[in-house]
């Protein structure tokens, strides 16, 4: 038995398909399917039922599957012993970050970060919060970069800033003749763009501008991304919410279109979780530097008139 097998038969848990998990591992179908064979040979049991579509594990299966996660996050915690003593930034770091801030904070440090540090390798995947929490909980990234909500306290946290959420409104909309919006304004507002739910960013201002619900407003546009519903107002209809750093890619145009919320200001607070149980501080310390040290300093501290969402 080998951590490579190992690594085999949790990349087909994943995928739940021979094609794609050998994809994932860059390897041939034919090399990880005879890998997993000698697995299953050696412990004389099916760890795969290959009768169902998609691939699903055996009940025993799922069980060494389970024990197979925990031996490879034990082995990768041997590996950043030695590094978090070398304080060596080296190695491969995996972060999942929401698609509500990797546009607009990825540019700000990430190249840079690559070319300091070209010995790390840094995986970035977009990924709600849930999904997060489930593959930090199932060790397939090393750290999330999301903004704070309730139910994060079996994580460590670390602040990294604090953004305001900026209305964004269509010269056509009532309330582009306003030069400061109010929850009030907004609650009512007919042609509101929102992101799907799921999205913390959504249940925030939702909950901030006292919208029971899309349904409770005048009329609430789901699915879709920041940025489509960006182009939809600068097309002409509706609004919607954006980031303060989504403000700073704005060309002189597309500013006339972004208005402030009266105080106090909804803010949501940057975060970056790891498990308890995270070796690599140093190499954690460095990359909250490198974020912080890429955002203006007035977004380093709650400042007076904002209120936390």
Not at 114 to 123: C, E, V
Request: with cysteine; net charge neutral.
């Amino acid at each position: 038995m080998t951590l490579q097998q190992l690594e085999y038969i949790l990349a087909v848990d994943r995928y739940r398909h021979f094609g794609k998990a050998a994809e994932a591992c860059n390897v041939t179908q034919p090399t990880l399917s005879a890998m997993i064979g000698k697995l299953e040979e050696e412990l004389n049991a099916k760890l795969f039922d290959r009768n169902q579509q998609p691939i699903c594990p055996t009940p025993i299966g799922g069980q060494v599957i389970s024990q197979a996660r925990q031996v490879l996050q034990q082995a990768d915690s041997i590996k950043d012993i030695v590094a978090e003593e070398k304080q060596s930034i080296t190695g491969i770091f995996r972060v999942g970050i929401l698609p509500t801030i990797a546009p607009y904070l990825l540019p700000r440090f990430f190249p840079q970060l690559m070319t300091k540090y070209p010995a790390l390798d840094i995986r970035v995947r977009e990924m709600k919060t849930h999904e997060i929490k489930e593959a930090l909980i199932r060790g397939d990234i090393d750290a999330g970069i999301l903004a704070t909500i309730e139910g994060l306290e079996e994580y460590t946290q670390t602040t990294l800033f604090y953004e305001k959420y900026m209305g964004y409104v269509s010269r056509e909309d009532a309330l582009f003749s306003k030069e400061i919006l109010r929850t009030s304004d907004v609650a009512t507002s007919k042609d509101l763009w929102l992101l799907d739910e799921g999205h913390c960013f959504r249940d925030q201002m939702i909950r901030f501008c006292q919208m029971k619900s899309s349904q409770t407003s005048q009329l609430a546009y789901n699915l879709g991304s920041m940025e489509t519903f960006m182009r939809m107002v600068e097309s002409g209809k509706g609004i919607t919410f954006i980031p303060e750093l989504a403000v700073m890619q704005l060309t002189d145009q597309q500013k006339e279109l972004v208005r402030p919320f009266a105080i106090p200001t909804p803010t949501r607070e940057l975060i970056l979780i790891t498990n308890k149980h995270f070796i690599r501080q140093s190499l954690l310390e460095m990359i909250v530097k490198e974020i912080q040290d890429s955002v203006p300093k007035t977004m380093l501290k709650l400042g007076a008139g904002q209120a936390l969402v």
